[in-house]
């Protein structure tokens, strides 16, 4: 089985693919400082909840956007579940070409999002990512990586408007019926939830003019059903689509070599 480790900004989420399907997905708050251990005793019991063991895990991968964090994330795969992790980064094989000035410097979770749209919906298209940034990723027809567009996201949006202006509440985010808002709050969600419908519009009309022709437009992260409720652009939501990214790319790469004897006997674990 695959354990996929989607670690942006937010939070990490790890995830079970058994060759079939998902079995089971999980997240937790991204610290940089969270310990290797600490990892394991959440994962394993949610692992042991589902009815699957440590020793059924054969392989990892990880896509991260927060350096500071990989080194426990690579230490939680090697220590506990006795494999070297495939690390996403722009010099593997992706089967597409990166077409932007500076490849290496493209975030993970972009590439990933790239890979499994074309891989499942064929380009040209248009990911929009709604997570601690809002990305929009645009694939060519071969599933070549044309570039984007990064925003900040609405919870970056809401946290500043509150810390800036003295007055203004911390508030929630929804889909107000009425545009006009006739309170503090409900002018505030207002701004939020049709500014950013507002931004997508926008962007992903300028996108397709830049373009030259059509784009589907497939959404994924957690707010993505919310703001697809409030958009005919959004054709498409996926939750899946980083992990699944992940999932392909363990599959176009040669998994690295583990050598068990780098790690002192107190790490080692019984995997049967």
């Not at 996403?88 to 992706?94: E, I, P």
């Not at 509150?162 to 508030?171: D, E, G, K, T, V």
Request: net charge negative; hydrophobic share 45%; with cysteine.
């Amino acid at each position: 089985m695959l354990l996929a480790v989607d670690a942006g900004n937010t939070n990490v989420v790890f995830a079970v693919h058994d060759g079939e399907e998902w079995r089971g997905r999980w997240r937790i708050a991204t610290r940089a400082d969270r310990t290797s251990d600490e990892y394991a005793v959440w994962l394993l019991a949610l692992l042991n909840h589902c009815g699957l063991k440590a020793s059924e895990i054969t392989s990892c991968a990880i896509g991260t956007v927060v350096p500071a964090a990989l080194y426990n994330l690579r230490r939680l795969s090697r220590e506990w579940f006795n494999t070297e992790p495939l690390v996403a980064r722009a010099d593997l094989s992706w089967g597409f070409d990166i077409e932007v000035d500076r490849p290496k410097e493209v975030g993970a979770d972009r590439l990933l999002n790239a890979l499994a749209a074309h891989y499942h919906y064929t380009g040209p298209l248009v990911v929009i990512d709604f997570g601690t940034a809002t990305t929009f990723d645009v694939v060519g027809p071969t599933g070549a990586y044309l570039g984007g567009v990064i925003a900040p996201g609405i919870n970056l949006s809401i946290e500043a408007l509150h810390r800036a202006a003295a007055r203004l509440p911390r508030i929630g985010i929804g889909r107000p019926q009425a545009v006009i808002g006739r309170d503090t709050v409900p002018a505030m969600q207002s701004g939020i939830y049709w500014g950013y419908v507002g931004l997508i519009e926008g962007l992903v009309t300028r996108i397709k003019g830049e373009f030259g022709g059509p784009l589907k437009v497939i959404a994924t992260g957690g707010l993505a059903p919310l703001f697809a409720e409030g958009t005919t652009m959004i054709e498409r939501t996926d939750p899946d689509i980083t992990l699944e990214g992940l999932r392909l790319l363990a599959e176009r790469n040669p998994a690295p070599i583990f050598h068990r004897t780098t790690l002192p006997d107190s790490l080692k674990i019984e995997t049967e």
